[in-house]
């Protein structure tokens, strides 16, 4: 353990552009989550509940596949956004 007190109030400076990223993320996919709620799970809910309550197997592959595509394209979404705003390269 250090002594020097200066050593442990310091923060990294690489560290800096990684949490303000991480926060601008957090900013963005907020909205963008509660939209998609909104708009999208609303309106396959019957979709959705039709397929879970004819095949378990059927809804857990689709929910799955769902899952996977959202994160993709969330993925896609905010880099080009953060890219278009000039935060990322």
């Known amino acids: 353990m250090s002594s020097n007190p200066e050593s442990s109030s310091r923060v990294d400076p690489s560290i800096v552009p990684l949490m303000r990223s991480l926060a601008l993320e957090l900013v963005i996919y907020g909205p963008i989550v509660t939209i998609y709620f909104f708009l999208v799970l609303h ?6 509940t039709n397929i879970f309550n004819a ?5 857990a592959i689709v929910a799955v596949l769902l899952i996977g595509g959202q994160g ?11 890219r278009r705003i000039g935060l990322r390269h």
Do not use: A, G, K
Not at 72 to 82: A, D, N, R
């Open 55 to 59: 095949s378990s197997t059927e809804y």
């Open 43 to 48: 309106r396959t809910n019957n979709w959705l």
């Open 72 to 82: 993709v394209m969330l993925e896609m979404f905010t880099s080009w956004l953060l």
